[in-house]
C-alpha cells in the first residue's frame, strides 16, 4: 500500500484505528525531517519490530532559543516524503504548528523531567529539554504507539525521554538506536549540512577524541583527566568545545568507585555547527575505575 500523509489529529486517529481494532502494533520515529541515512535506519527499525511504522515530522519550535535557528533549520518535506516511502513507511505524519499548539506554543501545558534536563545540552540551551518532553509527550498520546524508536546520538534527550515515559506511566516501549555515523566517523545530524567543506573536513575530530577518551578509560585514566585532555584536543583541532563530560550511562552522574557502564558527551561548536556526540564505555571488573575528578 502507498504510504498515507496525514496533517490533522482527527485524520491521523481514524488512519490508526482500524489498526488497533485488529491488534497490529505501531511503531513511532518522531522527527524534525531534513532526512538522512541515519533517521532512515530509525525507520528500517521500526518496520522489524512493530507491524506499522508511523513517522512524524514536525520541526518543534518550542525546544529552539529565541537565538537558535527555528527559522533556518532545513525542511525538505517533499524529499523527505519520497525517502520515507521508499523505506517502506505506512503513515507520514507531518502536522503544521497549529495542529500541535492549538493555543500557540507558548500557552502550551509543558512538560519537564527535572535534573536530567539541566546538565550538560540542557545547561547550554536552556529550556530546550522542556520543549523536546513537551512535543514527545504530545505525539505519545496522538499517536499511542506501541513502541518509540529515537537515535542514541542524542543520547541524553534519549535519557529524559525514558524518564518521562517511566514517571508519567506510559504505555510506550523506548528503544534507541546505535549512532549512524559518515566513513570517517562523524554521527550523521541534519546540522551537519551546515559545516563548510573545511569545517566538515574537521568534524571528525570530535568522534576521534570520544575514542581516544574510552581508550584512556579503559586504561585507568580519570574521568577528570579524560574530560580535560578531550576538551584541549576539540580546541588543538579548531572545534569549541561546549562541554566533554564523562558520567554514569544510566543516569548522566558523576562517575563513581564501582561503576562499569559509562558514557563520554561531548558537544562543540564549528562554524554556524552546534555538534553533538556520545561514546559507551564498559569497563571490565579488572579496569580501575575511573572516579570524577570535576573540570570546570
Not at 45 to 74: C, K, M, W
Request: one cysteine or more; proline letters at 6%.
Amino acid at each position: 500500500m502507498p504510504m498515507v500523509v496525514i496533517e490533522d489529529l482527527v485524520s491521523l486517529r481514524r488512519c490508526l484505528a482500524p489498526w488497533r481494532r485488529s491488534g497490529r502494533s505501531i511503531a513511532l520515529v518522531p522527527t524534525m525531517g531534513n532526512l538522512h541515512a541515519g533517521h532512515l535506519a530509525l525507520v528500517r527499525e521500526a518496520r522489524g519490530v512493530a507491524d506499522h511504522t508511523l513517522v512524524s515530522i514536525f520541526v518543534n519550535p518550542l525546544q529552539f532559543g529565541p537565538s537558535e535557528d527555528f527559522g533556518s533549520y532545513p525542511r525538505t518535506l517533499a524529499q523527505d516524503r519520497a525517502s520515507l516511502a521508499a523505506e517502506g513507511a505506512d503513515l507520514l505524519f507531518a502536522p503544521p504548528v497549529r495542529t500541535v499548539y492549538p493555543h500557540g506554543y507558548r500557552e502550551q501545558t509543558r512538560v519537564e523531567v527535572p535534573g536530567l534536563s539541566d546538565i550538560l545540552c540542557g545547561a547550554s540551551r536552556p529550556g530546550h529539554f522542556v520543549g523536546v518532553a513537551t512535543v514527545v509527550c504530545k505525539l505519545l498520546n496522538m499517536a499511542q504507539p506501541d513502541v518509540v524508536i529515537f537515535g542514541e546520538k542524542d543520547f541524553q534527550q534519549l535519557l529524559v525521554i525514558r524518564r518521562m515515559v517511566e514517571d508519567l506511566c506510559l504505555p510506550v516501549e523506548v528503544r534507541g538506536l546505535a549512532t549512524v555515523r559518515e566513513p570517517d566517523g562523524l554521527a550523521m545530524s541534519s546540522r551537519n549540512g551546515y559545516l563548510s567543506p573545511a569545517e566538515r573536513a574537521r568534524a571528525p575530530a570530535l568522534y576521534r577524541a570520544l575514542c581516544r577518551a574510552g581508550d584512556g578509560l579503559r586504561a585507568g585514566l580519570t574521568a577528570g583527566e579524560v574530560e580535560s585532555e578531550g576538551a584541549k584536543a576539540l580546541a588543538d583541532d579548531g572545534l569549541g568545545p561546549d562541554y566533554f563530560r564523562v558520567c554514569r550511562a544510566s543516569d548522566l552522574q558523576a562517575v563513581t568507585t564501582g561503576d562499569r557502564e559509562l558514557v563520554v558527551l561531548a558537544a562543540a561548536y564549528l562554524g554556524k555547527a552546534r555538534l553533538i556526540d556520545n561514546l559507551r564505555v564498559s569497563l571490565t571488573p579488572y579496569n580501575p575505575v575511573a572516579t570524577v575528578e570535576k573540570v570546570d
